[in-house]
């Protein structure tokens, strides 16, 4: 199978703001971006995406997604839409435990992950016959990409998804291939 993974583009949102699965808008047109990207993509391909529109609005500039809530960013709970500066030691705190902490009424990286990597389950149990297109945020692509590449997750955080450009991973039944990074 081949799989394309998109970041979403640069969304509208200041510097040093956490925005996790706030719907923020997006900071350069998704079409544009698109017509960026096509060149990149297959002539036919299924298309999955995040409900959130910073991924929505690319992926229906690129075709008829279907969207899925399980590959929106991970949920900062009540740190959402607000400075880090703002948060103090907690964010020390994270540091220590970027896989394991989760913000108050959040989820972790852990959660996240797991809810990402039930929806990539699913596709791999039946995939389809065309290449796969997912839209979505760094932190479901790295769980996707860490995984496939069969990295530790601890790793994944340095896979660093670019807004707006596109990376090809091969699944194959012997392996797994990274075809292209950030193109």
Known sequence: MELHLIRHPRPDVLPGVCYGQSDVGLAEP???VAARLRPLLPERFALHASPLARARLLAVE???PVLDDRLKE????EWELRPYAELGP??????TDPLGFRAPGGESAHDM????????DTLLATPPADPVVVVAHGGPLRAIAGHLLGLPAERWLSLDFACGHATRIDVEE????LKWFNR
Do not use: K, N, P
């Not at 012997?174 to 291939?177: F, H, I, S």
């Open 74 to 77: 991970m949920h900062f709970g």
């Open 90 to 95: 907690a964010i020390d705190t994270w540091a």
């Open 62 to 64: 690129l075709g008829a």
């Open 30 to 32: 998704a079409d544009a």
């Open 174 to 177: 012997w392996g797994v291939v």
């Open 113 to 120: 992950s797991a809810r990402v990597l039930q929806w990539l």
